[in-house]
């Protein structure tokens, strides 16, 4: 039996990018030479990317509100405002988490700002097993890429409702592992699902020579 799919993108962009030393919302993508002119940013991407496969996208952000709004406006997404982004990143995943219900949605694709808009087969290709899968016995499908897990993942009722139960203080890792069983992982040719950007060395791996 399939699922009637009615998604809400997710992002999260609160962060303050600390070990980056600026914004990584508005880091070029795709990486471009120094100087170079830039077609878009991550989180103008990462709005592109989710916007094919779900509804609507929101994006939380935080004291960045004024520098990330107008990307957002502009790509067609919803701003959602974490009034206290120092509490952690599991405190924006519930902001999220909360607008997807309030929409009347049930379930969401989620990514991080810092990490690379993956290949449009990848998301087609989670889209898809999350469709197929029994609501009974999936509760979330996550992209894995040669044994490492990574984004985006998408998220049904019973995910998104243990997430939003979770004490204030817990982390999206813990809250997967309690229901592990729930959870399939989806093997895909694609590295930038386990790609994670928190330093300008990181990032500079990324562009092109």
């Known amino acids: 039996m399939t699922r009637a799919l009615s998604l809400c993108g997710v992002i999260l962009a609160a962060g303050s990018s600390s070990r980056m030393g600026a914004d990584k919302a508005l880091l070029p993508w795709p990486p471009v030479p120094l100087g170079a002119p830039s077609a878009g940013t991550f989180l103008s991407a990462a709005i592109g990317s989710l916007g094919l496969y779900t509804d609507q996208v929101l994006v939380v952000v935080g004291d960045n509100e004024p520098n990330l709004m107008p990307i957002i406006y502009s790509a067609g997404a919803s701003l959602l405002r974490n009034p206290d982004p120092t509490r952690g990143q599991f405190s924006s995943l519930q902001i999220g988490l909360q607008e997807v219900l309030n929409r009347g949605r049930d379930a969401a694709m989620l990514t991080l700002v810092d990490r690379p808009p993956v290949r449009g087969q990848t998301i087609e290709a989670l889209h898809e097993h ?11 499908v996550i992209p894995e890429y040669q044994r490492k897990h990574g984004h985006p993942i998408v998220i049904g009722r019973e995910l998104l409702e243990a997430f939003l139960r979770a004490p204030a203080n817990s982390n999206a890792r813990e809250v997967e592992h309690a229901h592990q069983e729930y959870i399939e992982y989806v093997p895909v040719d ?12 990181d990032y500079a791996a990324l562009a092109p020579a």
């Open 130 to 140: 999350f469709a197929t899968a029994s609501a009974r016995w999936k509760w979330a």
């Open 190 to 201: 694609d590295p930038l699902v386990a790609v994670n950007i928190n330093t300008p060395e």
